[in-house]
């Protein structure tokens, strides 16, 4: 068991915002790769990454954390985390910054729609009006026609839902396992997982790009340290709507770096989203008063 850590939402938001900035920055830092770097090489070396950076944090504060008896859950959580990343970072590459982080926000509308069916949960006619209402912003946020939807989208919300599916593994891993512990066991299997095509992959990495891969998984990494330790100090309640402010940073990124200006739909969409989003936290109810 870990320590219990004072409530200080200030500091909580002020490290989500982080995050959503060090996110912004991962998937801009791949933008300037060449295209002929391996896509499992993007993978491999932010779950290199990853799993040095824990390593080191074990080794110096929790040597004992390595190994877990429940190690099983730990890797099948690293098969989900690999399939999140994967479709995560297809996203980006396939789709401009603002669309690709506004479909990064439906992982919310995903937890509530698979709440009653993974946890037992009732989410109320209106939390799910919300969900259904959210999930159209994200078919005006993507222009769908007809029953054509654009790969890039289908990488996103594939991504999203994966993410949805991690969510409910925390909450069960999070009863017996420290952060550390779980982060580990993520990057070790992502690892794993990436190898094989990271070395078939490896002879066309020049050195620029290679620094650019090792500068966007170490980001990645910062980013999910970051929202760990938000939650650790901040109530979930207090901080829902702070992971939002990264389709700002999205939106500057895009205008002033790579000239991608968001239209009318996209915008619409994403407004719709993030209201969703943030009415769905609203919904779930408050404490009875004494």
């Not at 100090?233 to 991608?260: H, K, M, N, S």
Request: aromatic share 14%; charged share 10%; glycine share 8%.
């Amino acid at each position: 068991m870990t320590p219990l850590t004072a409530i200080n939402n200030p500091y909580g938001a002020a490290l989500l915002i982080a995050a959503a900035a060090v996110f912004t920055a991962d998937v801009t830092a791949l933008r300037f790769l060449s295209p002929d770097v391996p896509f499992a090489l993007i993978i491999f070396f932010r779950a290199l990454s990853q799993l040095v950076i824990v390593s080191v944090w074990i080794m110096v504060r929790y040597p004992f954390r390595f190994r877990s008896s429940r190690w099983h859950r730990l890797v099948l959580r690293g098969v989900t985390s690999l399939v999140c990343w994967w479709l995560y970072y297809a996203s980006f590459q396939s789709l401009d910054l603002a669309l690709a982080s506004t479909l990064t926000f439906t992982t919310s509308l995903f937890t509530i729609a698979l709440a009653p069916l993974v946890l037992g949960e009732r989410i109320g006619g209106r939390r799910a009006f919300t969900a259904v209402l959210g999930f159209g912003g994200v078919l005006i946020a993507s222009g769908v026609k007809e029953f054509a939807v654009e790969t890039g989208v289908l990488f996103g919300l594939g991504s999203a839902f994966a993410a949805a599916i991690l969510i409910f593994q925390n909450r069960v891993l999070a009863r017996t396992e420290h952060t550390s512990t779980i982060m580990f066991w993520i990057a070790l299997v992502a690892s794993i997982g990436t190898l094989p095509g990271a070395v078939a992959g490896w002879t066309t990495v020049n050195f620029h790009d290679a620094l650019l891969l090792a500068l966007a998984g170490t980001l990645g990494t910062l980013g999910m340290l970051f929202t760990v330790e938000a939650y650790r100090f901040g109530e979930v309640a207090a901080l829902a709507t702070f992971p939002y402010v990264r389709i700002l940073f999205a939106l500057a990124v895009g205008y002033f770096i790579f000239a991608e200006a968001p239209s009318l739909r996209e915008i619409t969409g994403a407004a719709i989203i993030v209201i969703c989003g943030f009415l769905a936290h609203e919904f779930r109810g408050k404490p009875a008063r004494p």
